[in-house]
């Protein structure tokens, strides 16, 4: 059963072999141009496969990893090397805008014109994003790769030594044949307990969608026909003859052998009682996820701040459950030629925006002074009035005879009066 679905996979796969010229070869860097290491060559041997023969990558965001397949004598794909993502940007989820620093998601296809042997991040090839599905529902974006440097905004970034190998094994499948290999880039390994913990996101659906062309691959190990309709993907579907797919159109009438919908048939029923049991036990919490594109675009406008050199918070927005975006503290702008232009034009701003403060002050605290002296002068003047307008107070002195014959009496009654008391304390001593 499974090698007639290799077989039924190999007629639909659709990977070119027509071969790479030598003027698309000879001017690779040094650093291009490494071989893989003889451990890996080893492994290759023991698993049947050729140092040339076709070769396929997955990526998963959530687990970090790059995975590298290769095709054996056999024509079915088995994991040769996995790699651990050095940087990734964004959150779980696809990319919408240009400048949502999200790493994308799907379905592409990498060409000899997109390796890059002198790329400014050791060596690099693009993806191919924006591809069919992504033009047909909007969503932009430019050079998007996997990378050396360890270094991302937006990209797939390896370490040097990482990217050497990576870029051996596409280098090897060009020269050995294939014209284009596939990269499938998943927000997680698209297992049914991860569904289960992703199912209230508001990406499921997309994620459904690319779980068709999970699946596929792991029924046959043979990377899937994809095709893209009614803005949707669509895998290892034929269409009917005469009819092709139209990105923003109607599916075409389309047939898929019957030994692989029956394959597919029977996989779905172990999954959903799969996915069932995932969603009535305790799972990890999920991963922070992108929230469409109203999300991106609130990204897309701080980076487009922060390459015009404006200074911006350090981390890019957030944009919560409940329609509120979160922004750091922090902040800061790129040390670029445009962030210092910037930053110049700013600090000249501050420094017009204070002299022309002091300037104000200054003629706040003049006027002030000038009001104050007013205020005192009117002060002075109103006093000195005053003083001018008030009567002057006189002392009354009694004439001399009044005063000594006043002092005359009160003698002459203090006299009486202690003769009286004297008289009245000798009766009562003789009982007179």
């Known amino acids: 059963m499974l090698a007639k679905l290799a077989r039924t996979g190999m007629l639909i796969a659709a990977i070119g072999v027509a071969g790479c010229n030598d003027s698309s070869m000879k001017d690779f860097a040094p650093q291009a141009n490494k071989p ?61 805008t240009e400048g949502d620093r999200q790493a994308p998601e799907g379905f592409y296809t990498v060409r000899p014109a997109q390796m890059n042997p002198r790329s400014s991040y050791h060596l690099s090839f693009n993806i191919g994003f924006p591809n069919a599905y992504d033009r047909a529902n909007g969503r932009t974006g430019q050079n998007l790769m996997v990378h050396g440097a360890c270094s991302s905004s937006g990209c797939y970034s390896m370490t040097d030594a990482q990217i050497e190998q990576i870029y051996a094994f596409g280098r090897d499948a060009f020269q050995g044949g294939q014209t284009e290999f596939q990269i499938q880039a998943f927000p997680f390994r698209m297992t049914a307990a991860n569904m289960a913990r992703y199912r209230n996101d508001p990406n499921y659906e997309f994620w459904k969608m690319l779980k068709v062309g999970y699946d596929n691959f792991e029924l046959t190990k043979v990377p899937p026909k994809v095709d893209v309709c009614e803005k949707r993907y669509v895998f290892n579907q034929v269409a009917a003859d005469g009819q092709t797919f139209n990105p923003t159109g109607p599916c075409p009438a389309t047939t898929q052998p019957d030994s692989l919908k029956t394959a597919f048939a029977d996989y779905e029923k172990s999954y959903d009682a799969a996915f069932n049991s995932a969603v009535r036990s305790s799972t990890p919490a999920p ?44 902040m800061g702008r790129i040390d670029s030629p445009l962030g210092r232009k910037m930053a110049a034009q700013d600090a000249e701003k501050e420094a017009k925006r204070k002299a022309e403060e002091q300037r104000l002050a200054a003629i706040e605290a003049a006027k002030a002074a000038k009001e104050a002296a007013k205020a005192q002068a009117l002060a002075e003047k109103e006093a000195a009035k005053a003083a001018k307008e008030a009567p002057v107070a006189t002392a009354t002195i009694a004439a001399p005879s009044q005063t000594a014959e006043a002092t005359e009496t009160q003698s002459a009654n203090a006299d009486e009066s202690t003769t009286t008391r004297l008289k009245r304390k000798l009766l009562g001593m003789f009982g007179g």
């Open 36 to 96: 893989l290491p003889d451990k890996i060559l080893a492994d290759m041997r023991a698993k049947g496969m050729a140092r040339t023969s076709s070769v396929m990558a997955r990526i998963f965001k959530e687990e970090g990893k790059l995975e590298i397949w290769k095709a054996k004598t056999n024509g079915r794909y088995d994991l040769v090397a996995t790699y651990d993502i050095c940087k990734w940007s964004g959150k779980l989820g696809p990319k919408y």
């Open 287 to 330: 991963k922070p996820t992108i929230a469409g594109i109203k999300e991106a675009s609130i990204v897309s406008d701080w980076s487009k701040r922060r390459a015009r050199g404006e200074r911006v918070p350090i981390e890019p927005p957030s944009l919560n459950s409940d329609g509120s975006v979160t922004e750091t503290t922090r």
